[in-house]
T-cell receptor, first 112, second 113 residues
Framework: AQTVTQSQPEMSVQEAETVTLSCTYDTSESDYYLFWYKQPPSRQMILVIRQEAYKQQNATENRFSVNFQKAAKSFSLKISDSQLGDAAMYFCAMDSNYQLIWGAGTKLIIKP | SAVISQKPSRDICQRGTSLTIQCQVDSQVTMMFWYRQQPGQSLTLIATANQGSEATYESGFVIDKFPISRPNLTFSTLTVSNMSPEDSSIYLC??????????FGSGTRLTVV
């Protein structure tokens, strides 16, 4: 069975500092996609960053970057220069054959 | 990426009644997905809606409880039927975008009393 695991229910970081959210997954597929989504209190699900499994290079979007370790099946999200607006639930998800498998989520708290 | 309009944004309903949630997409999409997000939890896929065919339901979800319509490539509805307090959740629709990401509606917060 395909699974996505987020082992950190909650993380906190000081504003302007860097935080890393962990995600591990399990799949027997060779071709898949990985995503990080952000869900603020407004409940809108927002795509933060995506990674194609066949690409070696780690994806980067402005202050957001991933550390993709395919052999270890690890897909962590690094947020640099944390801002108050980054406070939200963060979900890791894996797409295989048009089915998204979701992690349990990590609540990120930003301390001013 | 696609823009999704989801209605209603929230509702409070009496048990035993039904609520229909609508999702309108600003472009044609092949597959639309309906999710449930129970309080404090992650997303659970209810069903995948394809135009011109019956929706494909995930384990634990049945058509009688969650009938779905998909009359064209830009619109879908999910009905939550014969509601009970256990159906209180956020319901989200989603489509696959052309950029290998999924776009979500703004969600419907349903409270059943």
């Amino acid at each position: 069975a395909q699974t996505v695991t987020q082992s950190q229910p909650e993380m906190s970081v000081q504003e302007a500092e860097t935080v890393t959210l962990s995600c591990t997954y399990d799949t027997s597929e060779s071709d898949y996609y990985l995503f990080w989504y952000k869900q603020p209190p407004s409940r809108q699900m927002i795509l933060v960053i995506r990674q194609e499994a066949y690409k070696q290079q780690n994806a980067t979007e402005n202050r957001f970057s991933v550390n993709f370790q395919k052999a270890a099946k690890s897909f962590s999200l690094k947020i640099s220069d944390s801002q108050l607006g980054d406070a939200a639930m963060y979900f890791c998800a894996m797409d295989s054959n048009y089915q998204l498998i979701w992690g349990a989520g990590t609540k990120l708290i930003i301390k001013p | 990426s696609a823009v999704i309009s989801q209605k209603p944004s929230r509702d409070i309903c009496q048990r035993g009644t039904s609520l229909t949630i609508q999702c309108q997409v600003d472009s044609q999409v092949t597959m639309m997905f309906w999710y449930r997000q129970q309080p404090g939890q992650s997303l659970t896929l209810i069903a995948t809606a394809n135009q011109g065919s019956e929706a494909t339901y995930e384990s634990g979800f049945v058509i009688d409880k969650f009938p779905i319509s998909r009359p064209n490539l830009t619109f879908s509805t999910l009905t939550v039927s014969n509601m009970s307090p256990e159906d209180s959740s956020i319901y989200l629709c989603s489509v696959e975008g052309p950029d290998l990401g999924y776009t979500f509606g703004s969600g419907t917060r349903l409270t059943v009393v």
